[in-house]
C-alpha cells in the first residue's frame, strides 16, 4: 500500500492566489514526521516545512502553511500568495518512527499564472 | 542545514559505459542516502552510505549496477554502470541534518542522459 498519497498531479493557480495540496498518509507509527519539498525543473529537492506527529500546532514557515490533521491522516501543504517562482513540483514525504528512509508521494505539479 | 555539492551536475554518456558521481557534505554525518528520479516520477531510494562498511541496498537495486563508496564521513560516490537508455534520470544524495525535526537535505541533483 502507498504510504504518502498525492493525488493531484497538477494544479493552476494565479498569482497572488493561495493554492492547497493535498496529501494523506499510511502508517501504524505513533511517532511520524511529514516533510514538504519543492523541486523546480532545475531538479534540486528545497525543503519546505516539517510536520512532526506530536506537534499540536499547524506548522508555518513564511508563506508555507501546513494543514495538519491526524485523525484523518492529512498534511496538505497551503502557498499563499503565489508568485511565479512557486511554478514547480511538490512532494509530500514521511518518516516513520525511528527509520531513517523517507516515503515519498507521486508529487503535484504547480503552474503559476501571472 | 547541511550543505550539499554534487559533480557532476549533469552528464550525456553512451550506452555501455559507466558514469561515478561524487557527493560532499559540509559536515560529518554517519548515512548519506542515493537516490533515483526517472523522468516524470517520484523519488526511489538505490541505497544507504555507511561509512566503513557496505552499503545497504533497496529492493531492485544491486551493487554490481550501482557499486558506492563511502571513504569517509563527508563524501560518497555512486556508480551508474553498463548504462542503458533506462537510467536516464536524476541523481542525488542527501543527509539528515540539524533543524526542526531533523530534516533531510539533498544536493542539487545530477541529470543522466544515456543515449
Known amino acids: 500500500a502507498q504510504k504518502i498519497t498525492q493525488t493531484q498531479p497538477g494544479m493552476f493557480v494565479q498569482e497572488k492566489e493561495a493554492v492547497t495540496l493535498d496529501c494523506t498518509y499510511d502508517?501504524?507509527?505513533?511517532?511520524?514526521?511529514l516533510f514538504w519539498y519543492k523541486q523546480p525543473s532545475s531538479g534540486e529537492m528545497i525543503f519546505l516545512i516539517y510536520q512532526g506527529s506530536y506537534d499540536e500546532q499547524n506548522a508555518t514557515e513564511g508563506r508555507y502553511s501546513l494543514n495538519f490533521q491526524k485523525a484523518r491522516k492529512s498534511a496538505n501543504l497551503v502557498i499563499s500568495a503565489s508568485q511565479l517562482g512557486d511554478s514547480a513540483m511538490y512532494f509530500c514525504?514521511?518518516?516513520?518512527?525511528?527509520?531513517?528512509?523517507?516515503?515519498f508521494g507521486a508529487g503535484t505539479t504547480v503552474t503559476v499564472r501571472a | 542545514s547541511a550543505v550539499i555539492s554534487q559533480k557532476p551536475s549533469r552528464d550525456i554518456c553512451q550506452r555501455g559505459t559507466s558514469l561515478t558521481i561524487q557527493c560532499q557534505v559540509d559536515?560529518?554525518?554517519?548515512?548519506m542516502f542515493w537516490y533515483r528520479q526517472q523522468p516524470g516520477q517520484s523519488l526511489t531510494l538505490i541505497a544507504t552510505?555507511?561509512?566503513?562498511?557496505?552499503?545497504?541496498?533497496e529492493s531492485g537495486f544491486v551493487i554490481d549496477k550501482f557499486p558506492i563508496s563511502r571513504p569517509n564521513l563527508t563524501f560518497s560516490t555512486l556508480t551508474v554502470s553498463n548504462m542503458s537508455p533506462e537510467d536516464s534520470s536524476i541523481y542525488l544524495c542527501s543527509v539528515w541534518g540539524g533543524g526542526v525535526g531533523e530534516t533531510q537535505y539533498f544536493g542539487p541533483g545530477t541529470r543522466l542522459l544515456v543515449l
Open positions: 552510505a555507511n561509512q566503513g562498511s557496505e552499503a545497504t541496498y
Open positions: 514525504a514521511m518518516r516513520e518512527g525511528q527509520d531513517y528512509k523517507l516515503s
Open positions: 559536515s560529518q554525518v554517519t548515512m
Open positions: 502508517t501504524s507509527d505513533q511517532s511520524y514526521g
